[in-house]
């Protein structure tokens, strides 16, 4: 990958500049920080700063004069007390910085997270550079026909070729175009603003993206989560490895209580106390709708018959 | 434009159904409520819904009980007086909701937006239209050489057809790719959350953008704005048209003090007094970077020699 | 209660002038617009505005030309899916405005929902009533011993008179102080913006409140729930009516899948599991807190032991 | 003041705990950073963690690989022109936290910046301190006759003796009741959050906030603004000097442009431009409202006849 080597140098002198301070820090994400992670084929996930840990979502709860106390099981406690109900405010005491590398189509979609600071390349100002996200072979799914998404289910490998092929030269052919617009030599042609309009969204920009804790856990259940296009969830998971860095408690109680929990209705309540009075349930008595009795035995792991 | 074939019947419809409501109204904004008013070569803007007039901003800086009273000379005189000082609350009182057509690279400048509500077009679960944003030959601004965004100076005549013909032939081919890539009938065919990554920025989407009546302001007065590239001002000027029949004596205010007023530097302001003095100021003089002293001079349409 | 027959009239007149207009809306609502709804001894709810109803949530879903369709089945489980994935966007196109009457004790925990736009009538400007809050007997709890909420015991008999005695003379006795400090004439004695410091946070205030409908759900949710202080699920339990009122399948949906449903975690859904495979599960198994077991058997109505 | 002998301990020793980090750092602020900072007669402001400094505005502006440069003639450039043009979104990318104690009558005010995360000490779950916000002689002031506000003008000697005793009986009285509803042992007496709501808003709160540094210069803008009520303008300055010391270049353009600076009506400018021409204006024929003319006269130093 072109980019490593490119900023190889300046990270590893700014990881070179150790300075003093009183804040308090999180050891695990000091050893990562400014380090890039590569996510796609030429994307990448890079933490540039970041404020808290786990003792300052503890020391918000507590409202008390100092530091939040040391990692007792108290605070273990109180931090999954705090999950489990819901009590969101502590976790907006911790902010952290990402410069991220990733494909417009994905941006289109993270910017609709909309309680975070951005500041993104400029196309207006800059030239954007050759580099499109084409897809690995396995990743080419196939129209849903069932639903309205992509289905998880592969393309024929017939089709695959062809496919590739029209990413590739689609992509080629956009860029030559941008260069012949904007002149040889960047200047008297067509200005950079209406040139890049022929570039496909599958190019790569980049930005700086700063947001608190919990809107970053926010977005990594909506991102992560296997209803969100591929391509992001990837980006959503680099990023999960890195709070569990950061807050490793809170990503701990974030993962059981809320990742790995489920919501469930009303009407679902009273299928499972049916079921724990010894009661027959099926879907054609459940009154639920055959999409939310299908997900209710997936969450119960119960066969769907 | 097919678009107004397509949907002049449902605005038709809508328009006839008239309903007693108790709520404020706003006259003007009655008379084009639902009506398409077309921005660039396939866009347009819409009004939906709305809630809130001049009186309803009135009503909340009164908090008192009942209505705001009648548009009298005091009202106009409490708004403008809001606006002088930016007491911003009361603006917020009033919602505006649009549906709106536009290129997604003016919508990617559109989101930064970000306190307001959008619904967009999926081109995950929908295929989108074959409409790109192909300039006017005298929108064709070139590369400025002095600064980094495009200068308003048009391209010379002799390069037009060649970036027109760019510009079409891009998109028809990125279209074509598109199709091939959907499959025929759309199913089994490449995902359309894959497929839409190789088409370009200038093609159209379409949204419900919902905005309180101060963030729209501000969007106006950023977008608007000279800086701001060509393409996305068409718009804002078409809103603040809309704003104007809305909210009339709101709008005039925001024009007064807000768009045709400055914003004068503390130094700015010590070269104005010594004007007033009759001392002679100058750019050696100043104090001013030559960029600052350009500005100065030019909002006050004095010399800048 | 003396602001009923002081506004009466208001609300009257406000009611008999009826506007034609093409906006959607809402029968039930518009029955009942500008109308009072008393909370506590001296507070209200009023709905002032409203924009949108239960077509508008499936319009922004739908994301297509014209009016949302008619409230067919399908319309139905349209609302339904999106509450049920979470699917929150929509909801914010509904927006709604009210005028409320509070005490400042409870007015300082409704102001940290911060999506919303607030104008609040000012003490600084203006002399408050002599409005204060007096709880009922029967709302005279005591402090927990278990925990630290108000934990709904009653006090004793013997002490209710003596609090509510200290509750009357503290609130007469700061009202007195607060006018001799102003002056006879409210000029020339101690600015208003001072004076007011001296008063209780029972004291009632008023402000005009607008927020989406989504996060006016989130509200409900949170402070209409048996954790919050039981004056302020007063008001979120009448403002919950009005919502029943204007966006009924929304409300509808709310209820089943949000306030009535339960989040569980991923070890209580382990446990779901064990049990309907016939294991038996007890609190020294289950790995979970004292405090997570008892939630998980209250919420599935089995004992405890 | 009590409270520094109370926490003089804790901050000591969480400024002797010194950590290595490689984030960047501000060295002014490092060095105040816990300490405390009094405000009125109890109150405190104290940093007590930061994000980035003035090369963080830098980068998210310049969106480059690696760190800001060096405080080079062109970043302090670069950094004025943001301000000029108020391109505010790089100025979200540093943040801050604060540890304030403050009367809940300021707290009300400063609540209304709803940018920003805030926990604050619980009346529902902790009893409150006898600790009362009570006036110095100076700041008594008097209702005006002429506009709304505190004028001020201070109160006449006579009375200022008057009312200081009833601001302290007033209090004392207050929290005389309020530890008899709790009851001696705060058990079984009236529940925390009810006993609270006798005691005045002259009170002390405290709360941790975290804000970005452009919300935070907004916050000062308003409320170190001579027309916002002395107390908050006394918390307002000396965040502002912290600010200063945090990012001096960034807190410099903001004086310069924004606090010091004024915007003028499209009115005023030709107003300016027309003494620029040797024409005499005058209050008749400006246009102007008297307020608007007063206002003008002042900003550039102009006699009002």
């Known amino acids: 990958m072109k980019f490593v ?7 590893k ?15 695990s994400l000091e050893n990562v920080l400014y380090s890039l992670f590569p996510v796609l084929d030429h994307g990448f996930v890079r933490v540039i700063d970041y404020m808290g840990n786990d003792s300052a979502v503890v020391q918000a709860a507590r409202v008390s004069y100092g530091k939040g106390t040391k990692h007792s ?7 999954r007390y705090l999950m489990r109900h819901r009590h969101t405010t502590p976790f907006e005491m911790c902010e952290i910085k990402f410069h991220i590398k990733l494909p417009i189509f994905v941006a289109r979609q993270w910017i609709r997270h909309r309680t975070a600071s951005v500041n993104e390349y400029s196309a207006r100002y800059s030239k ?13 799914v196939a129209q849903s026909t069932s639903n309205r ?18 990413l590739n030269k689609g992509s080629e052919q956009a860029y030559e175009q941008y260069e012949e617009m904007l002149s040889e030599d960047e200047q008297n042609g067509l200005s950079r603003e209406l040139a890049r309009m022929n570039l496909p969204t599958s190019i790569y920009t980049q930005w700086y993206w700063k947001i608190n804790l919990l809107n970053l856990l926010k977005f990594v259940s909506l991102r992560a989560d296997s209803h969100a296009q591929w391509e992001i969830q990837e980006y959503a998971k680099q990023i999960a490895e890195l709070i569990q860095l950061w807050v490793p408690i809170t990503y701990q109680a974030f993962e059981d209580y809320w990742l790995d929990g489920a919501s469930l209705s009303k009407q679902q309540l009273e299928l499972i106390k049916a079921m724990n009075n010894g009661e027959k349930i099926s879907f054609e008595s459940s009154g639920l709708s055959r999409r939310e009795w299908d997900e209710f035995c997936d969450i ?6």
Chains 1, 2, 3, 4 share one sequence.
Do not use: M
């Open 5 to 11: 080597s490119e900023i190889e140098n300046t990270i």
């Open 149 to 166: 998404q992509g289905g998880g289910v592969q393309l024929p490998e017939c089709e695959k070729d062809n496919i590739l092929n029209i």
């Open 73 to 79: 099981r108290s605070d273990v406690g109180l931090i």
């Open 128 to 140: 954007l550079d050759n580099e499109f996200y084409i897809p690995q072979p396995e990743n080419l």
């Open 300 to 305: 119960l792991a119960i066969s769907n018959r």
């Open 13 to 27: 002198s700014l990881r070179e500049e150790k300075n003093v301070s009183l804040r308090c820090r999180s050891d």
